[in-house]
């Protein structure tokens, strides 16, 4: 919650710009649970496209619980 905290107070266009490449390179080498603590950054800073492109990636992962995941995050 804090980290969260921390990165919501930067500016949106800052984050909106940067966040989303940091978030693609590691969810190449994410887990299940890496992948449900990127989405709900996503979720709870309100980059409602980054986390749609973070779900679409993820629905193609071959990791069942990766996909599972994605689905709790589909609009």
């Given at each position: 919650?804090?980290?969260?905290?921390?990165?919501?107070?930067?500016?949106?266009?800052?984050?909106?710009?940067?966040?989303?490449?940091?978030?693609?390179?590691?969810?190449?080498?994410?887990?299940?649970?890496?992948?449900?603590?990127?989405?709900?950054?996503?979720?709870?800073?309100?980059?409602?496209?980054?986390?749609?492109?973070?779900?679409?990636?993820?629905?193609?992962?071959?990791?069942?619980?990766?996909?599972?995941?994605?689905?709790?995050?589909s609009q």
């Open positions: 919650m804090l980290v969260k905290g921390i990165i919501g107070r930067l500016q949106r266009r800052v984050l909106a710009h940067d966040l989303p490449p940091l978030i693609d390179d590691q969810m190449s080498r994410a887990d299940e649970d890496e992948f449900r603590r990127m989405a709900e950054l996503l979720d709870h800073l309100g980059l409602v496209e980054a986390l749609n492109a973070l779900v679409e990636r993820a629905m193609e992962n071959e990791d069942p619980g990766i996909r599972e995941a994605a689905e709790d995050f």
